[in-house]
Nanobody
């Protein structure tokens, strides 16, 4: 069963940048669309960004202009480049794909903390 594994989180100062990775643990014909979500303490999980099989992307208004999704099809990996980070971006970030018509299971996520 293909799973997506998140990595790349950490502690960063406001205004800083991080690049998150979302890598497929096994082989799959397609993992798309792939969606990044985040969940802050005490809040519901929210959609951050999505990339389709054609490379089309969409972003939540709160991150538009600051976050960019990209992908490496050869590696079945999707990235989320986060610039101009704000304290309110602090959350656990998760990615989810679709394999054989089914959403992948939630992984452990990767913690992003924006603080001075």
């Amino acid at each position: 069963q293909v799973q997506l594994v998140e990595s790349g989180g950490g502690l960063v100062q406001p205004g800083g940048s991080l690049r998150l990775s979302c890598a497929a643990s096994g082989s799959a014909a397609s993992i798309y669309p792939v969606t990044w979500y985040r969940q802050a303490p005490g809040k519901e999980r929210e959609l951050v960004a999505v990339v389709t099989s054609t490379g089309s992307t969409n972003y939540a208004d709160s991150v538009k202009g600051r976050f960019t999704m990209s992908r490496d099809n050869a590696k079945n990996t999707v990235y989320l480049l986060m610039n101009s980070l704000k304290p309110e971006d602090t959350a656990v970030y998760y990615c989810q794909g679709v394999v054989s018509g089914r959403p992948t299971d939630w992984g452990q996520g990767t913690q992003v903390t924006v603080s001075s």
